[in-house]
RNA sequence: GCGGGUGUAGCUCAGUUGGUUAGAGCGCCAGUUUGUGGUACUGGAUGUCGUCGGUUCAAUUCCGAUCACUCGCCCCA
């Protein structure tokens, strides 16, 4: 490797790749269209304070993954992690109260100092959904809607299974920690290092280790939906009928956690096995506590976010739109070719010019670029105020006028 | 952060039990065809064998370190 490598975890989007990553940003935004979700861009860059007070302390992305630097003023910044954070900061500090419910939609560049594996990147990227103001159980419905809606229109639907769990709320998840806290400990000489580490700072994530000893000792531990309080059971139960209503098919997992510390009733998780121990493809649920947390007004939330890499990977093959038309210059300086590309690129057609070369290097490069079709400029035809066409699918080649150029090859487009 | 695997041409990979000119397929370039692509045939170019260091008469091959990728853990989308 040369030392002109790119930064590790980081890698460039060449035209095949960020076509599919445009794509996914594209039709998931079309999507989040129709559920009435407008854009936000937030800064990539954030007062280190947005995301340490807001993701919890328990969190490794928040103790050792984020890219966090002292700007030239002392400032110390933080490269965003994640979206939502910022996306609340934004509701704050814009005053966006006033503007409830509120569904916004963003995308871009995150940051996490992790070990790159497949589908894990120091820089990737997600699009994500934030629907900010609605304390019923309708939005978590019809954010889990759209999410579905997405995956969808990007042809995953089978290779994905959406996983729901509820946290319930802050009395009804402190009742189930003390629970959990005290049948784990009873097994503390069956659990692994890991979990053992885990039942002292975040008893949860006990839930989902993936040690066998540790499944064993959790197939019997006590079930978060137990916990739950009335009114947490009741805003669960009509979470899932009315998934049930919107038709999207749900596989409940009573052991589903969240990492990020703002989480609580709706937990749910979109995932494949397509892509080894990246499993989590689109993942997100509620957090009723994070504005108010953060300084502003308590507004309720519920969110997810993607990612685009992996996402990307699910795909198939993406289609690459518009076929151009080639025009070939024959002789000549070249002139009259430039004229006609800009008369047929004016009438909307993607053009792209035979630069150099005989005729044949000229067509072949045509046909590499996929065009539908050749515009020959011969001198012969030139002087009949006319050019060849050349079907390249078909072979077929015709003289055409030149004053009927954008008409005979509107069948091109 | 922890443990395993890999690194040879633009790409996918073979190979060298340490020895002089390092290979294949695909791709690329050229020709058969000087105004006609895709197919076919013929020919051609391309490598600091990831990097640095050690052992050796000799290292792409053995050893060490390092960087990157990759698989699992951790974490998470």
Redesign the pocket.
């Known amino acids: 490797?040369?030392s002109l490598?790119p930064?590790?975890?980081t890698?460039d989007l060449l035209p095949d790749e960020s076509r599919r990553h445009r794509h996914v940003e594209e039709t998931a935004f079309s999507v989040a269209r129709r559920y009435g979700f407008g854009e936000i861009v937030t800064p990539i860059f954030e007062f280190t304070d947005v995301f340490s007070r807001t993701l919890g302390d328990t969190?490794?992305?928040v103790t050792k993954?984020m890219y966090t630097f002292a700007d030239r003023g002392g400032e110390s910044i933080t490269l965003r992690p994640?979206g939502t954070a910022g996306v609340a900061r934004a509701f704050i500090s814009g005053g966006l109260s006033q503007n409830l419910p509120l569904k916004l939609f963003y995308r871009g560049p995150m940051f996490?100092y992790?070990?790159?594996?497949?589908?894990?990147?120091r820089q990737?990227h997600?699009i994500g959904v934030e629907l900010l103001g609605v304390e019923g159980p309708q939005a978590d419905i019809e954010v889990i809607a759209l999410g579905y809606h997405i995956l969808s229109a990007l042809g995953l639907k089978d290779k994905v299974q959406l996983e729901l769990n509820s946290l319930g709320d802050a009395e009804s998840r402190a009742a189930y920690r003390d629970a959990l806290v005290a049948y784990l400990s009873g097994f503390k000489d069956k659990l692994s290092k890991?979990s053992l580490e885990?039942l002292e700072r975040n008893p949860l994530?006990v839930l989902d280790?993936?040690?066998e000893g540790d499944r064993l000792v959790v197939a019997d531990a006590p079930v978060l939906t137990d916990y739950l309080n009335d009114a947490s059971r009741a805003f669960f139960d009509t979470v899932k009928t009315g998934l049930e209503a919107v038709g999207v098919p749900v596989k409940l997992n009573p052991r589903l956690v969240?990492?990020?510390d703002y989480y609580c009733h709706t937990a749910f998780?979109f995932t494949t096995t397509a892509l080894?121990?990246?499993g989590?493809?689109?993942?997100?649920g509620r957090y009723d506590g994070l504005i108010g947390q953060m300084g502003g007004p308590a507004t309720p939330g519920i969110g997810w976010?993607?990612?685009v890499?992996?996402l990307s990977m699910l795909l198939e093959e993406v289609a690459c739109g518009d076929r151009p038309l080639a025009v070939i210059p024959?002789g000549g300086d070249g002139v009259e070719a430039l004229r006609v590309a800009q008369r047929l690129r004016n009438a909307g057609f993607a053009v792209e010019m035979g630069y150099s070369?005989?005729?044949?290097?000229r067509?072949?490069r045509?046909?590499?670029l996929g065009a539908r079709a050749a515009v020959?400029l011969?001198?012969?035809?030139l002087a009949r105020q006319a050019v060849?066409v050349?079907?390249?699918?078909?072979?077929e080649?015709e003289e055409v006028p030149l004053a009927m150029l954008e008409e005979r090859l509107a069948r091109f487009r």
């Open positions: 490797m040369s490598q930064v590790r975890g890698h969190s490794d992305v993954e994640e996490r992790e070990r790159p594996q497949k589908g894990r990147l990737f997600q890991d885990r994530r280790s993936k040690d969240r990492g990020l998780e080894g121990a990246q989590t493809v689109l993942a997100g976010a993607a990612g890499e992996r024959m070369g005989n005729m044949k290097k067509l072949n045509a046909n590499k020959i011969g001198d012969d035809e060849a050349r079907d390249l699918d078909s072979g080649q």
